[in-house]
């Protein structure tokens, strides 16, 4: 995941246009710009780690409470959760 603002911003947008429609996965030059300058910076790292684990656990507490199963780790960064009807023999029918 890469965070940008104004023209870095704008910069990654117009790449990702390109990479979708060359159906590349080459990771452009301002991605590994802004990782490098970022890699530079561990209390940043820290504290933005920090932000997406509070937002995730967040997140899947909602989720929860409106019915979902959650089949991600606590605190993972990634909210696994199935969607659609499963069928024990076809598996996820997913909408």
Same mark, same amino acid.
């Given at each position: @995941? ?46 933005? @780690? ?11 507490? @909602?989720?929860?409470?409106a ?6 780790? /606590? ?6 959760? /199935?969607?659609g ?11």
């Amino acid at each position: @995941m890469v965070l940008a603002n104004d023209d870095l911003a704008s910069q990654l947008t117009a790449e990702g246009r390109i990479i979708a429609t060359r159906r590349s996965e080459r990771l452009s030059t301002a991605v590994l710009v802004r990782v490098l300058s970022v890699l530079r910076k561990p209390l940043l790292i820290r504290e933005r @780690m920090l932000q997406v684990r509070l937002k995730t656990t967040y997140a899947a507490r @909602m989720l929860t409470k409106a019915g979902c199963k959650i089949l991600s780790s /606590p605190g993972s960064p990634i909210i696994c959760f /199935p969607v659609g009807e499963f069928d024990v023999l076809t598996g996820f029918d997913w909408i």
